[in-house]
């Protein structure tokens, strides 16, 4: 079993929808989760750190189950320019990222 | 401020060949993290330095090398190469935060080197 999991998609969705990312984690001593954005042939970029309380930045909300080994992260009024790879990372003794979950947004 | 900056960006070795990729941490980080991004998949942790000395190493052979100068900027040495060892590879820099030397802290990527071996 992968130590982070995800659905690779690809996610294509219409401006303005909304959509969602899981993401479960083996390790239950993990101890910091974020997610990460990352653009076709270019570096990742964090998107936002995720607490057990949830947390939400503008249109990004994420969420931490640390009972299920689960984070989500939910994006609202999608734009065009939200496409990209979506990486899931947790933090055990080494930051762990998922393989990424593809979002294409079209017009 | 400058971010983090990789040199050099593009690389084609053969196999066999020797390659030292090199990394500048954002002006006052003082940990650097390596890893490696094969097409389709998530960043693979290789190394983690702090303050010059290996805070973490993650499941890779011992071709790959690293090291952190005074400077804190780093270099990383894969000797052998194998065609396995085309892939983009990152460095990060972070804050040390509280703890574990900043490994558990966001981290800032480079725009990455890209290593191609024929």
């Known amino acids: 079993r992968k130590e982070v999991e995800q659905d690779p ?50 249109r990004f909300t994420a969420q931490l189950n640390r009972a299920s080994q689960y984070i989500s992260l939910l994006i609202r009024d999608s734009k065009l320019s939200d496409s990209a790879t979506y990486l899931c990372v947790v933090y055990t003794d080494k930051l762990i990222f998922g393989t990424g979950t593809r979002l294409q947004v079209f017009p | 401020d400058a971010g983090v900056t990789q040199s050099p960006t593009h690389l084609i070795k053969t196999r066999g060949q020797q390659v030292t990729l090199r990394c500048s941490p954002i002006s006052g980080h003082k ?73 558990n802290q966001p981290q800032h990527f480079g725009d990455g080197t890209r290593l191609s071996i024929l």
């Not at chain 1, 479960?24 to 607490?51: G, H, I």
């Not at chain 2, 650097?32 to 991004?37: A, C, G, L």
């Not at chain 2, 090398?65 to 972070?94: M, T």
């Open chain 2, 31 to 103: 940990s650097v993290s390596w890893y490696q991004q094969v097409l389709g998949q998530g960043p693979q942790f290789i190394f983690q330095y702090y303050e010059k000395e290996e805070r973490g190493r993650g499941n890779f052979p011992d071709r790959f090398s690293a090291r952190q100068f005074p400077n804190y900027s780093s270099e990383l040495n894969v000797n052998a190469l194998l065609l396995g060892d085309s892939a983009l590879y990152l460095c990060a820099s972070s804050d040390p935060g509280t703890g574990y030397y900043g490994s």
């Open chain 1, 9 to 58: 998609g690809p996610f294509n969705v219409p401006e303005g929808a909304t959509v969602a990312f899981n993401c479960t984690y083996s390790n239950s001593a993990s101890q910091s989760f974020f997610w990460y954005r990352q653009d076709c042939r270019k570096e990742p970029k964090l998107l936002m750190s995720v607490y057990s309380s949830g947390n939400e930045d503008g």
